[in-house]
C-alpha cells in the first residue's frame, strides 16, 4: 500500500512511501493515533496516523477488498462461502443478495445490514 504523507512538519511532506498500518486503534477509543509503517530512502520509519492521508490508505485497502470479492456495492450476488459474521434469522445465503457496504478489512454487509459476513466468496448474479 502506498501511505501519503500530508504534516507539513514531516520532512516527508507530500511524498508518498510503501508501507501499512502496523498498529490499529480497533476499538476507536481516541486514546492513541493509529501507526503506520513507511519505507523511505533513509529505512523503515513509524509515522502517526495524524501525520498520513489516512482515507487514501484506507481507500487502497478497500479497493483491494473489492478486487478479491470480485464484486461492488450495488451488485447482486449469491454467496458460495460465508466467512464469519452475523446473520437475521431467516436470511439464506443460496438466493441473490445485494451488497449494501465493503470495509477495508474485508467485512461485506448485504441488504441494508441483514447480514455481514468477513470476507466471504460470491459469484455475480446478472441484473
Not at 53 to 77: F, K, P, S
Not at 110 to 118: R, S, V
Request: some cysteine; proline content about 5%.
Amino acid at each position: 500500500m502506498k501511505v501519503r504523507v500530508i504534516d507539513p512538519d514531516s520532512p516527508y511532506y507530500g511524498q508518498e512511501f510503501e508501507g501499512g498500518c502496523v498498529y490499529y486503534d480497533v476499538y476507536h477509543t481516541g486514546d492513541s493515533p493509529d501507526l503506520f509503517l513507511i519505507k523511505t530512502p533513509e529505512g523503515e520509519k513509524i509515522i502517526l496516523s495524524t501525520s498520513i492521508d489516512t482515507e487514501h490508505y484506507w481507500n487502497q485497502r478497500r479497493q483491494e477488498q473489492i478486487e478479491r470479492l470480485g464484486a461492488n456495492v450495488g451488485d447482486t450476488v449469491i454467496i458460495t462461502r460465508s466467512g464469519g459474521g452475523c446473520f437475521t434469522r431467516d436470511f439464506d445465503c443460496s438466493k441473490p443478495h445485494k451488497i449494501t457496504k465493503i470495509d477495508s478489512s474485508g467485512y461485506v454487509e448485504f441488504d441494508g445490514g441483514l447480514a455481514k459476513t468477513f470476507r466471504p466468496d460470491v459469484i455475480l448474479v446478472d441484473a
